[in-house]
C-alpha cells in the first residue's frame, strides 16, 4: 500500500467544468503559482482543443495536498472519444463524477459512468455551478442516485460523498451556499480524495509490471508510453520488455527516460514505484494495452475491453484537376503511415486498406472524432478524398437478423420547437423514450435513434430549433435494422467548366439555388458548387461572363447583387455529401464533387447502380 499517493480521473459530459476544476485544483495545491501566466483551461493545450471548447486527448497531471499526492486524470466529455476514457479507468483507484447543478445527468456521465462502477471504483460526486441562477442541485443529487441505482451499483457505491461545488469561482463545499472568505476553496475536495479514494494497492516486491494506456509521439524523446505501475519498481535505464496478449514478447531494450507527472509538467526522476503513474520513453514497436515489465515477468496484463466503432469513412488520396496546390503530403504512402500512426495509439480507431490501393477504409465512434481526425491531417499538410459517413452493420449470431447501432439521443429544446425535433427525428426511425420539462421552457426529450438516421442531422436541428436546442448522443445497443430512410431531398448543382467562378454566372444561377461557392472560387468539372432546389441533380456553368456588345457595356444593365453562399464547415460537408459524392479536403480549401468528375461516366455509375438494386 502507498499510503501517500491517491489516482483519481475526472469524468464527465461535455462542458460540465472537468478541465476547469483541474485548473482551480492545481492553483490551490500551489502546482500553478499566484502570478503564474497560464492559458486558462490549462490542459486543453491541443489547438483543435482550445478552439472548439472541448477536452479531445486523456492527459495526466498531479498535485500534492499536505504530503499527499494525487495523480489526476482529465477525460474527454464526448462519447466519440469515450475509447480514451474506457483504457484510463484502469489507471485509477477511484472517480471524481462531476455533474452540470442545472442539465443534471447527461448520456455521457451515464456512458463512463457505467464504465466506472463495472469496474467496482468508488465514486465522489461533485455538483458543479451551484452558482447559475438556474441551478437545481438537491434534485441533481438525486437523479444521480437514481442512475447509479439503474446502472446497477452496489450498496457501497450508491453510498457516495458528495459536494457542491463552483470550479470557475474555486470552491467546495458540504451545502450550495457558497462558503466566505478563506474557506472559499477546495479544501473540502481535496480532504474528501485523500479519505475516501483508497491507496493503491500493489505488490512493490514484484518484478516490474505496467499496463500502457495512452501513447504519444515526442520530437525528441520518441515513443513515450503513459500507464500505471501494476508491481514492483523501475529506475531509468533498467532493461525492459514488452509483452502483447495472445502474442507474446515485442521487444526487448531499456527505459531511457523516465517522466513522473508534477502540476503541469513531466519532470524526469531516477526511480518510480508501484502504484504511481509514470510514461516511459525507449521502446520503438510497444503501444496500447501492451505490458512493459523486468525481464523476468511472465505473462502479458489483462487490458479492458474497448467498444467496437459503429461509423466508417474512406480516406483516399485527393486526385481532383486541383490537387497538390495547398498540400505537401499528397502519396497514399503518406496517407497509409499517418493513418496507422493514429490507430496506433487510439485504439477506438481501426484502419483497414481497401482493395483499390489508394483508398483506406477508417472505422470510428462518430461522425466528430473521425472528422477531429481528418483536420488534424489537413493542418498537418495532407490532402484526401473522404467519402459519405457509413454505420457498421452486425449480424445476430442466432437468428442470422442484421443489427444496426442505435444511439440515445437526449435534447434540451424550448417548448415551441418539441414537436418539429420529434417529427424530424420519427421520419429517420427515431423512439421517443421520454418527453418531460427541463426548466425555463425547455423541454427534455430522449429518444433512441439508428446512428445513420443522425448522419446530417445536426445541422437541420439547429436550423429547426433557430439555434436554440442542444443535442447530445451515446451509443446505446445493436437492434434489428429499423429499415430504410429517406436521403438528401435536394440535387446538386455540378460545374461543366474548369476556370475561376464569375459573380455574373453564380448571380444568374441563384434562382436555381443556393450556392456554396464565393465569386472567384476555383472550379473544375464535376464539383459541386451549390443546392437544386429539386431533387435532380443539374449541370451549370459558373464561368459564364456577361456578352459585352457597343450598346451592351460592362457597367449597363442590373447590378450583380450576391446573396452570401452558404459556407459548409468540415463536418457539415461529410454529412451533406450522397454516396455518390466525395469532399476534397486540402490545408486550404473544402470542395464537394462528384466521385466521378466526367458526366458520362456518372451516367454509367447511375445505371451499374439501378441495375445492381
Excluded at 441505482?149 to 460523498?161: I, K, S, Y
Excluded at 477531429?372 to 454505420?391: D, K, N
Excluded at 424550448?414 to 426548466?439: C, N, S, T, W
Excluded at 455529401?577 to 490545408?587: G, K, Q, R, S, Y
Amino acid at each position: 500500500m502507498t499510503d501517500d499517493l491517491r489516482n483519481i480521473a475526472i469524468i464527465a459530459h461535455v462542458d460540465h467544468g472537468k478541465t476547469t476544476l483541474v485548473d482551480a485544483l492545481l492553483r490551490d495545491s500551489g502546482a500553478i503559482r499566484a502570478n503564474q501566466q497560464v492559458a486558462e483551461r490549462a490542459l486543453d493545450s491541443n489547438d483543435l482543443e482550445r478552439e472548439r471548447g472541448i477536452t479531445i486527448l486523456a492527459k495526466c497531471t498531479s498535485v500534492t495536498w499536505r504530503d499527499t499526492r494525487i495523480n489526476i486524470v482529465d477525460t474527454p466529455g464526448h462519447a466519440d472519444f469515450g475509447g480514451e476514457v474506457e483504457r484510463i479507468l484502469s489507471m485509477v483507484d477511484g472517480v471524481l463524477v462531476l455533474v452540470d447543478a442545472a442539465e443534471g445527468p447527461m448520456p455521457q456521465t451515464k456512458f463512463v459512468t457505467t464504465k466506472a462502477l463495472s469496474l467496482g471504483l468508488k465514486p465522489i460526486v461533485v455538483i458543479n455551478k451551484v452558482d447559475r441562477p438556474d441551478a437545481r442541485s438537491d434534485e441533481v443529487l438525486d437523479e444521480i442516485f437514481d442512475l447509479f441505482a439503474a446502472l446497477g451499483a452496489t450498496e457501497e457505491q450508491l453510498d457516495f460523498p458528495y459536494l457542491f461545488a463552483s470550479a470557475k469561482q474555486g470552491w467546495a463545499s458540504d451545502g450550495a451556499t457558497p462558503p466566505q472568505g478563506d474557506e472559499a476553496n477546495l479544501g473540502p475536495l481535496f480532504e474528501l480524495i485523500r479519505a475516501h479514494v483508497a491507496p493503491p494497492s500493489a505488490d512493490r516486491e514484484a518484478p516490474f509490471a505496467m499496463l500502457v494506456s495512452l501513447l504519444e509521439a515526442d520530437p525528441y524523446l520518441g515513443r513515450v508510453l503513459t500507464g500505471r505501475i501494476h508491481a514492483g519498481a523501475i529506475s531509468a535505464n533498467m532493461s525492459i520488455k514488452a509483452l502483447r496478449a495472445g502474442e507474446g514478447q515485442v521487444e526487448t531494450g531499456r527505459a531511457t527516460k523516465l517522466l513522473a507527472f508534477r502540476g503541469l509538467e513531466r519532470v524526469p526522476v531516477e526511480r518510480a514505484e508501484a502504484g504511481d503513474i509514470v510514461a516511459i520513453a525507449g521502446l520503438a514497436d510497444a503501444t496500447v494495452a501492451d505490458t512493459l515489465c523486468d525481464p523476468a515477468h511472465e505473462g502479458a496484463l489483462d487490458a479492458q475491453p474497448i467498444d467496437p466503432p459503429t461509423l466508417a469513412m474512406t480516406f483516399s488520396v485527393n486526385d481532383s484537376p486541383l490537387a497538390g496546390r495547398d498540400g505537401d503530403k499528397l502519396t497514399s504512402r503518406m496517407v497509409r503511415a499517418r493513418l496507422m500512426r493514429e490507430a496506433e495509439g487510439n485504439v477506438a480507431i481501426r484502419v483497414r486498406e481497401t482493395d483499390a490501393g489508394d483508398a483506406f477504409e477508417v472505422e470510428g465512434r462518430g461522425e466528430l472524432q473521425l472528422g477531429v481526425l481528418i483536420e488534424t491531417m489537413r493542418r498537418e499538410g495532407y490532402e484526401l478524398s473522404i467519402s459519405r459517413p457509413r454505420v457498421l452493420f452486425q449480424t445476430d449470431p442466432e437468428t442470422g437478423a442484421k443489427l444496426e447501432p442505435i444511439e440515445e439521443v437526449v435534447i434540451d429544446v424550448d417548448e415551441d420547437y418539441a414537436g418539429v425535433v420529434v417529427e424530424k427525428l420519427g421520419q429517420r426511425r427515431g423512439e421517443l423514450i421520454e418527453m418531460r420539462p427541463g426548466g425555463k421552457a425547455k423541454t427534455r426529450l430522449v429518444l433512441h435513434v439508428p446512428s445513420r438516421g443522425l448522419i446530417g442531422y445536426h445541422g437541420e436541428f439547429l436550423a429547426d430549433t433557430r439555434g436554440t436546442g442542444v443535442l447530445n448522443r451515446v451509443f446505446h445497443a445493436y437492434a434489428p435494422h429499423k429499415g430504410s430512410l429517406e436521403g438528401r431531398r435536394n440535387g446538386v448543382l455540378i460545374s461543366t467548366a474548369a476556370g475561376k467562378a464569375v459573380a455574373y454566372a453564380l448571380w444568374q444561377l441563384e434562382d436555381r439555388g443556393p450556392m456554396i461557392i464565393e465569386p472567384g472560387a476555383a472550379v473544375y468539372q464535376g464539383m459541386i458548387i451549390g443546392e437544386h432546389t429539386r431533387g435532380t441533380d443539374l449541370e451549370v456553368n459558373p464561368l459564364k461572363a456577361k456578352q459585352l456588345t457597343n450598346i451592351r457595356a460592362a457597367g449597363k444593365d442590373e447590378a450583380v447583387r450576391l446573396t452570401p453562399p452558404r459556407m459548409l464547415t468540415l463536418e457539415q460537408a461529410v454529412s451533406y455529401i450522397a454516396d455518390d459524392e466525395l469532399v476534397e479536403v486540402t490545408p486550404a480549401a473544402i470542395r464537394l464533387r462528384k466521385r466521378d468528375l466526367d458526366p458520362h461516366e456518372r451516367k454509367r455509375a447511375a445505371r451499374k447502380a439501378a441495375a445492381a438494386e
